[in-house]
């Protein structure tokens, strides 16, 4: 029986059941002249180097093997749209090493935040990591995140380098946040001032019911975790800048960007 390593990266840990799934062909399926369909060849790597296997699989009929004895380095990507700042996303995939550089550098994950086709450099790459290279078994990466302020969409970006050839299968980028009934949002909700310079937030909604509310930075990071009391939230611990707010609220929330002078 094979021996199968589970690599996680837990960066903000939020699940919510029946997410929406964003990647096409993650499993790669489909193919047409010689490319794994909905899958881009980048700037390095050439269309020889990507091959279509059928007998090392982690699931389904086929993986995308990333062949580049002699050939260079080699990557590919999908775009994704829709990101909303503050809400969480999973990523996943598996691959399968078959011949490793053994300089710890064979496979890589590149991925990055978009703001419409831009790299958004600003809130900086979200993974430049490379992968534990062990040869001859499947290994899963999975991670959680929370899209940063200023983004609307994603680039799933794997690579594989020069003198080492691996296998790739069953990529997912998930939506947690986008259920299968339609998400509720709060209602009559206010909040003011924002920016605001007092370290003060008002918030207001219909309901009387507890609003708890969760802000990250730029990057993603959760910097307060508060109830609100008397209507007042108390974001004074927070350094000037820009922040995602997202509050709850029963059933229901809603997020917001949160400007602190």
Not at 85 to 98: A, K, Q, R
């Amino acid at each position: 029986m094979k021996k199968i390593y589970i690599l996680t990266f837990t960066i903000f840990i939020s699940t919510i059941s029946f997410g929406q799934e964003m990647v096409t062909n993650g499993s790669f399926e489909t193919w047409n002249a010689g490319m794994a369909d909905n899958w881009v060849i980048g700037s390095q790597g050439s269309a020889a180097q990507i091959i279509e296997e059928t007998s090392i699989v982690h699931s389904g009929s086929s993986s995308m093997k990333m062949d580049t004895a002699g050939l260079g380095n080699v990557f590919v990507s999908q775009d994704f749209t829709g990101i909303q700042p503050g809400e969480s996303y999973t990523l996943t995939l598996w691959y399968y090493v078959e011949t490793a550089k053994g300089t710890g550098e064979t496979v890589r994950i590149n991925c990055v935040w978009l703001n419409g086709t831009t790299i958004d450099y600003t809130n900086g790459t979200l993974f430049r990591v490379y992968l534990p290279e062990d040869e001859g078994i499947w290994q899963k990466f999975e991670v959680e995140l929370t899209g940063p302020a200023n983004v609307d969409g994603f680039r799933f970006d794997v690579r594989t380098y020069n003198g080492g050839s691996a296998f790739w299968d069953d990529f997912s980028f998930v939506d947690n946040n986008t259920l299968a009934t339609t998400k509720k949002e709060i209602e009559d909700f206010s909040m003011h001032p924002n920016p605001t310079v007092t370290g003060f937030v008002n918030i207001k909604s219909k309901s009387n019911a507890t609003l708890t509310v969760d802000v990250y930075d730029i990057l993603g990071k959760q910097v307060l975790k508060n109830i609100v009391k008397n209507n007042t939230l108390d974001v004074s611990s927070l350094n000037a800048g820009l922040y995602i707010m997202r509050v709850s609220q029963d059933d229901a929330s809603i997020t917001k960007k949160l400007v602190i002078n």
